[in-house]
């Protein structure tokens, strides 16, 4: 298993175990992370899931594609460290991931 930490908008903490090959937005869900809407449910046509990644954590995790970054457009408050949930897909070097989340999705 892959622990994932989300830290809401008020600070607080929420661990989460995933699982190698999942995505971030299905382990936030699957573990009762309430600030991960996906509206979409992963198809890559809303922005409901957008997190920010914790800065030491950006290398490993990667950037995002063409269409993410279109999507990110429709994202309250996005900055560098921008990325959808659904396009997260975990791996074991992501065990510890530290992500953000924003105060309102909609």
Same mark, same amino acid.
């Given at each position: 298993?892959?622990?994932?930490?989300?830290?809401?908008?008020?600070? @607080?903490?929420?661990?989460?175990?995933? %699982?190698?090959? %999942?995505?971030?937005?299905? =382990? =936030?869900?699957?573990?009762?992370?309430? $600030? !991960?809407?996906? $509206?979409?449910?992963?198809?890559?046509?809303?922005?409901?899931?957008?997190?920010?990644? =914790?800065?030491?954590?950006? $290398?490993?995790? @990667?950037?995002?594609?063409?269409?993410?970054?279109?999507?990110?457009?429709?994202?309250?408050?996005?900055?560098?460290?921008?990325?959808?949930?659904? %396009? !997260? !897909?975990?791996? $074991?070097?992501?065990?510890?991931?530290?992500?953000?989340?924003? =105060?309102? %999705? !909609?």
């Amino acid at each position: 298993m892959v622990r994932l930490c989300f830290v809401d908008a008020s600070g @607080g903490e929420r661990e989460v175990n995933a %699982q190698v090959g %999942q995505s971030v937005m299905e =382990a =936030a869900l699957g573990g009762g992370v309430a $600030d !991960i809407l996906a $509206d979409c449910g992963g198809s890559l046509s809303c922005a409901t899931c957008h997190v920010h990644v =914790a800065r030491e954590w950006l $290398d490993r995790v @990667g950037t995002a594609s063409d269409d993410e970054k279109v999507m990110l457009e429709m994202a309250i408050d996005p900055d560098e460290t921008s990325r959808l949930s659904c %396009q !997260i !897909i975990i791996t $074991d070097e992501l065990d510890g991931l530290a992500l953000n989340l924003p =105060a309102s %999705q !909609i």
